[in-house]
Nanobody
Framework: VQLQASGGGLVQAGGSLRLSCAASGSIGSINGMAWYSQALGKQREFVGIISSDGSTVYGNSRKGRFTISRDNAKNTVTLQMNILQPEDTAVYYC??????????WGQGTLVTVSS
């Protein structure tokens, strides 16, 4: 199973970025697809998750600015990030939760927001 994340980069404060993560391999049935962020020197933080039925839950710090969506046919999850702030600078990881309690992580993609 592989998770390939893409879309990170450098953006000015107030700007937007769109991250994508594609899952491939014998992953079976996917339940939740989530995003986490980890700033330098800090613990990994929950950004949000989307369930197989499309329902979403977001962490408090990004609620209202970030939107998660998924394409079940393509096993992809997307994170649309708007009104980015310097404090959003972090490595963003996708996480896929499959059947039997299995959990997979992507390699991370760096988002840098300049002030």
């Amino acid at each position: 199973v592989q998770l390939q994340a893409s879309g990170g980069g450098l953006v000015q404060a107030g700007g937007s970025l769109r991250l994508s993560c594609a899952a491939s391999g014998s992953i079976g049935s996917i339940n939740g697809m989530a995003w986490y962020s980890q700033a330098l020197g800090k613990q990994r933080e929950f950004v949000g998750i989307i369930s197989s039925d499309g329902s979403t839950v977001y962490g408090n710090s990004r609620k209202g600015r970030f939107t998660i969506s998924r394409d079940n046919a393509k096993n992809t999850v997307t994170l649309q990030m708007n009104i980015l702030q310097p404090e959003d600078t972090a490595v963003y990881y996708c996480n896929v939760r499959a059947e039997l309690g299995l959990s997979y992580w992507g390699q991370g993609t760096l988002v840098t927001v300049s002030s």
